[in-house]
């Protein structure tokens, strides 16, 4: 962890609680700024209190009152932006609370957008399983993590590296606050998630940056299509585990239809936040006399934060007006 900073950066510790990370870390000889937080209003254990000591003896600032999901409210810290963020073990408190650990996480990110740099990170660290990535040993099913990289999604983080938690270089760091009491943690086995910003999706961003030229082929796969110019697309890969949603579009269109033609302009509308189309159903319309055409649609980036409710948004609208409007067809809704 060490080798994450730079000279002069200036770091924020939040949810601190006893203060014994930062403690631990103003120690170890960083040419660095420290800002140390807790939520609390204030310490009242004496092991809380000398390490409050300590980090007010070596120049770092301490504030209390400071909520991880409103940094920009504490007037101390409005007018600055840090090179990195470090929230270590998030935790709401209380038995069983995935959906709110889940929105304390997401309200981090979302806050945190607006302090951090343009360049720099966000460490998380999180109990074994609680991630929900492959790195996690064993790894949990996905709804029942918290679901760090889509939460992370909302503040427009993406996934960059996962690390064991360096336990050897904070000897002196005890983890409290499981289930609201003075009670440490299950910390072994704990990983460190590290977070860069990136950019909503947009009109421009959303296009690949290499497009795919017409095809005359009738009855090929999207990813028959991929495969076959894979010398032709992007290979910038950032985000390490990112997140894939699926979704059905049913379009009513005549018996000229041309599905390769649909992937490739498809593709090279939006084929950095999609990574399969499959055509699953396709049935006439007695009443009409219309085909109707059901693709299921896995939407995926390696660089665009995406999470379920801006995918939804993307999917009913940008994606199914973008059909609408170039194949003169009818998306049902």
């Given at each position: 962890m060490m080798s994450i900073f730079n000279d002069n950066d200036l770091v924020l510790l939040v949810g601190e609680g006893n203060f014994s990370f930062s403690a631990a870390l103003s120690e170890q000889n960083l040419n660095v700024e420290l800002v140390a937080s807790c939520y609390e209003s204030g310490v009242c254990q004496e092991a809380a209190e000398?390490?409050?000591?300590?980090?007010?003896?070596?120049?770092?600032?301490?504030?209390?009152?400071?909520?991880?999901?409103?940094?920009?409210?504490?007037?101390?810290?409005?007018?600055?932006?840090?090179?990195?963020?470090i929230f270590n073990f998030p935790h709401v408190g209380g038995k069983m609370r995935i959906e709110r650990n889940r929105e304390l996480l997401k309200?981090?990110?979302?806050?945190?957008?607006?302090?951090?740099?343009?360049?720099?990170?966000?460490?998380?660290?999180?109990c074994n399983g609680q991630g929900g990535t492959p790195v996690d040993k064993p790894q949990r099913r996905w709804d029942d993590s918290w679901k760090i990289v889509e939460m992370a999604a909302h503040g427009n983080f993406i996934l960059t590296r996962v690390d064991p938690f360096l336990w050897q270089s904070f000897e002196d760091y005890i983890v409290t606050g499981y289930r609201g009491l003075n009670k440490q943690f299950h910390t072994s086995g704990s990983l460190t998630h590290f977070f860069t910003k990136s950019q909503s999706p947009t009109a421009h961003n959303i296009a690949p940056k290499n497009k795919i030229n017409a095809f005359t082929l009738n009855n090929i796969t999207w990813k028959g299509m991929i495969n076959s110019l894979q010398n032709k697309l992007d290979y910038e890969l950032k985000c390490i585990y990112p997140c894939t949603f699926t979704f059905d579009l049913t379009v009513s269109t005549d018996e000229y239809f041309n599905t390769a033609e649909f992937y490739q302009l498809l593709y090279n509308y939006a084929g950095s936040i999609i990574e399969n189309v499959d055509l699953i159903d396709c049935y006439s319309s007695p009443d009409d006399k219309k085909i109707k055409r059901t693709y299921r649609i896995d939407y995926k980036s390696n660089y665009i934060p995406l999470y379920r409710k801006?995918?939804?948004?993307?999917?009913?609208?940008?994606?199914?007006?973008?059909?609408?409007?170039n194949f003169k067809v009818v998306v049902s809704r």
């Open positions: 000398k390490n409050v000591n300590r980090l007010r003896k070596n120049g770092t600032c301490v504030l209390f009152n400071v909520d991880a999901t409103k940094l920009e409210e504490c007037p101390s810290l409005k007018l600055r932006l840090f090179d990195k963020i309200g981090f990110f979302m806050s945190s957008a607006r302090m951090i740099k343009e360049n720099g990170q966000i460490l998380v660290t999180l801006r995918v939804i948004e993307l999917h009913q609208n940008v994606i199914a007006n973008f059909v609408e409007d």
